[in-house]
């Protein structure tokens, strides 16, 4: 997480994987959610690995 939400401590963060750079280095987003709030938090992060597509099984976990 970023340094100013460290500081401020008392807020719920979410890091949700977005894609891929260029030169293929995984990206993120942080998603700050107000205080308390973390129930809204997970379901905005599911809701984006969703829209995106990343976070499905084939895509992370190899066939054995």
Known sequence: MTIPVN???RV???AVPSGS???GVPTGVQIVGRTYD??????LGAALEQALSLWTADAW???I
């Open 61 to 63: 976990w190899p066939n």
């Open 38 to 43: 973390d129930a809204t938090l997970f379901t």
């Open 12 to 14: 719920p963060v979410l």
């Open 21 to 23: 750079a260029p030169n």
């Open 7 to 9: 500081v401020i401590g």
